[in-house]
C-alpha cells in the first residue's frame, strides 16, 4: 500500500465524524430557520445518500454515485427549507444557508482523493438542481428564483466550493513538483557526474583546466583592450589568491591578500569591476599604469579576478570595461567548472591514496613482518653446522627487511600531502630528509618559499615529482649525497634535485618508467621538466612552473632526456 492510499485508509473514520457533525449543524440551522421539524426528513435523506460514499469511498462506481446522490438531494433539500423559510416570514436566503454548507463534505472528499474532475461536475450538478429546483418551486405564486437572498446564498457556496476545488488542485500539483524535485544525493551525483565525464570529452581547447581557460580568457581579453600586463586569480585556502595564469614579459608579484587596500579586494568584496591609476603589483617600479579588474562571477559567488594593467593613463574607459566584462561573464562559470572538477578529481586522488596506504599497511606489509619473524626463529633455533642454512636465512632476512623498507616509504609517499606540512618546500624537505635517512644519502636543502602560495594542483604536482626524482636517486643512482632546491614565488617555481651517483644512463627499466611519469605531470602542469647529467657525475632533475627571466634555465623536455631509451 502506497503512502496516500495508507493516508486516505486512516481518514475514513474522520471523515463518518465530519459527515455527523455538519449533519448535525445544518439539521439545527433547518430548525432555527423555518422552526418546521417535518423539514428534518430531507436531512435524513441526505445521510441516506451519502452512506455509501461513508462507508466505500474508494470503490469505483459506488462512491462517485453516492456522492452524486448527496449533491442532487442538497440541491433539492436547500430549495425546499428556503422556501419554507420564505412562508415564515424569514429571507429565502435563509432556508438555502441552512443546508449549503454540507456541500463542502463531497466536494472536500473528491479533492482528497485528487479527483477534481468530478468535484467540478458535483459543483456544476448541484448548481443546475438549485436552478432548476428554483425554478419549479413556487411561494405565494412566485418561483423560489425570484425570491430575496436566494441566488446570492446560492451563488456564494457555489462560489466558495469551487475556489475551494481549485486551491486544492493548485497544492497538489506544487507538492508533486516538489516530491519530484526532492534531490536523491546519490542519483543526483551519478546524473551529474556522467553528465560532467560527457562534457569534459566534448569540449574544445582547453577542456576542464583552470590554467588554460584562463591563458585562454587572457588573450581573448588582449584583443579588446591594451594589456601590458595581465592574470587570472583565483581563491586559495587562508584568504589568499592564487596566480592562475598571467599575460605580459615579466614576472609580476600580484596582491594577492583579500584583506589588503587593494583594488584588487575591493573587486573581490563588491563583485563590480574596479579602475585604478596605480598597479597591483607589490613592487612595481611606478610611471603612467592603468588598471583593471574584473570579477568573475558565477550566479552569487565570485570564482576568481581578472587584472589588466596597461603602461599609460585612462586605458580603461567605459566602454573597453563593458567589452571586458562580455567576455569575462561567459568565461567565469567555465573556470568555475574547471575549479570544482580540479577539485572533486584532488578529492578522489587523496582518498585512492589513503586507501591503497591502509591496503598495503594492513596486508602485505603485516604479511612480510610475520615473516620476517618466522626467519629470526629459524636462525635462534639452527645449529653449529648448517651454517649454510643459516647463511641463506640470513640473506632471506635481508631482502625481507629491504621490501618492508620500500613498503614503508611508499605509505609515506602516499600519505604525504603538501598543506600537511604547510607549504611546497616543507614538504618536499620533509620527504627528502626521510628517503635519504633510509638509502644512506647525506641531504642538502635549499630552500626559498615566498608566503604565495601555488594552486592546489600545481603544488600537488610538483611535489610528486620530487618524490619521483628522490626516489629514483636512492633507488637506482648508488649515490652518496642528494641536493634539493626548492624556490617557490607564484606564479614561478622551481625544483631541482641531483645526486652524485652513475647517472641516467645505467638506470633500471622501471627508473625510465618514472621518468616518463614525471613528464606526463610536468605537462599537466603547464611546466618545463629536463633531466641532465651532472658534472662530475650524477643526474640532475629539474622542472619549473611560470617565467622568471634570467633565471628560468630549463629548456629541455623530458621527452628528449629519455628520447635514446
Request: some cysteine.
Amino acid at each position: 500500500m502506497s503512502a496516500s492510499t495508507s493516508a486516505l485508509a486512516r481518514s475514513h473514520p474522520l471523515a463518518a465524524a465530519a459527515r455527523v457533525v455538519v449533519l448535525a449543524l445544518i439539521a439545527v440551522l433547518t430548525l432555527l430557520a423555518t422552526h418546521d421539524l417535518a423539514l428534518l426528513w430531507w436531512i435524513a435523506l441526505l445521510a441516506v445518500a451519502g452512506l455509501p460514499a461513508a462507508l466505500a469511498p474508494q470503490h469505483r462506481l459506488i462512491g462517485p454515485l453516492s456522492r452524486m446522490a448527496e449533491v442532487v438531494v442538497l440541491g433539492l433539500a436547500a430549495s425546499q427549507v428556503a422556501a419554507v423559510a420564505t412562508i415564515g416570514g424569514h429571507i429565502g436566503g435563509l432556508g438555502a444557508l441552512a443546508v449549503l454548507p454540507y456541500l463542502a463534505i463531497p466536494v472536500t472528499a473528491t479533492a482528497l482523493r485528487r479527483r477534481f474532475r468530478e468535484g467540478a461536475v458535483l459543483i456544476a450538478v448541484v448548481a443546475g438542481t438549485l436552478l432548476v429546483a428554483g425554478a419549479l418551486t413556487e411561494v405565494g405564486g412566485v418561483p423560489q428564483l425570484s425570491q430575496p437572498g436566494y441566488l446570492a446564498v446560492c451563488a456564494q457556496w457555489l462560489i466558495l466550493a469551487a475556489l475551494g476545488l481549485s486551491a486544492a488542485r493548485t497544492l497538489h500539483r506544487v507538492m508533486l513538483v516538489r516530491h519530484e524535485a526532492k534531490p536523491q544525493p546519490y542519483a543526483e551525483a551519478t546524473r551529474l557526474l556522467t553528465q560532467l565525464r560527457t562534457v569534459a570529452r566534448q569540449l574544445p581547447g582547453a577542456t576542464l583546466d583552470p590554467g588554460g581557460i584562463s591563458e585562454h580568457l587572457l588573450e581573448e581579453l588582449r584583443t579588446v583592450a591594451r594589456t601590458d600586463r595581465g592574470a587570472v586569480l583565483s581563491a586559495s585556502g587562508g584568504g589568499r589568491l592564487v596566480v592562475l595564469a598571467q599575460l605580459g614579459a615579466d614576472r609580476v608579484d600580484w596582491e594577492t591578500t583579500l584583506d589588503a587596500d587593494s583594488a584588487i579586494a575591493d573587486a573581490w568584496a563588491s563583485q563590480q569591476p574596479q579602475t585604478a591609476a596605480r598597479s597591483q603589483s607589490r613592487s612595481h617600479s611606478g610611471g603612467e599604469v592603468s588598471a583593471l579588474i574584473v570579477p568573475l562571477v558565477a550566479g552569487v559567488r565570485t570564482v576568481g579576478l581578472v587584472v589588466l594593467e596597461a603602461d599609460a593613463t585612462q586605458a580603461y574607459p567605459p566602454s573597453v570595461v563593458a567589452q571586458v566584462t562580455g567576455l569575462t561573464g561567459p568565461a567565469a562559470l567555465r573556470l568555475e567548472a574547471a575549479l570544482l572538477f580540479d577539485e572533486v578529481r584532488s578529492l578522489a586522488t587523496n582518498e585512492e591514496r589513503q586507501r591503497l596506504a591502509r591496503e598495503i599497511h594492513d596486508g602485505v606489509a603485516q604479511e612480510l613482518v610475520m615473516v620476517g619473524y618466522g626467519i629470526d626463529n629459524a636462525l635462534a633455533t639452527v645449529y653449529d653446522d648448517a651454517e649454510e642454512t643459516a647463511e641463506a636465512l640470513r640473506t632471506l632476512r635481508q631482502e625481507v627487511t629491504r621490501v618492508i623498507t620500500e613498503l614503508r616509504l611508499s605509505l609515506f609517499e602516499l600519505r604525504s600531502e603538501v598543506d600537511r606540512h604547510g607549504g611546497l618546500a616543507a614538504a618536499i624537505a620533509e620527504y627528502a630528509r626521510t628517503v635519504g635517512a633510509s638509502g644512506g644519502l647525506r641531504v642538502h636543502l635549499s630552500l626559498d618559499e615566498s608566503t604565495a602560495r601555488l594552486p592546489a594542483a600545481t603544488e600537488a604536482e610538483l611535489l610528486r615529482i620530487a618524490q619521483e626524482a628522490v626516489t629514483n636517486a636512492r633507488k637506482h643512482a648508488g649515490a652518496a649525497n642528494l641536493w634539493v632546491t626548492c624556490e617557490v614565488d607564484p606564479p614561478y617555481a622551481q625544483i631541482e634535485v641531483s645526486d652524485d651517483g652513475h647517472g641516467i644512463g645505467d638506470q633500471r627499466s622501471d627508473g625510465h618508467y618514472g621518468l616518463a611519469i614525471m613528464a606526463e605531470r610536468a605537462e599537466r602542469i603547464r611546466g618545463r621538466l629536463e633531466i641532465r647529467p651532472r658534472q662530475p657525475s650524477g643526474t640532475t632533475v629539474a622542472v619549473v612552473v611560470g617565467s622568471s627571466p634570467g633565471r628560468d634555465n630549463v629548456r629541455g623536455s623530458a621527452a628528449a632526456a629519455v628520447e635514446g631509451e
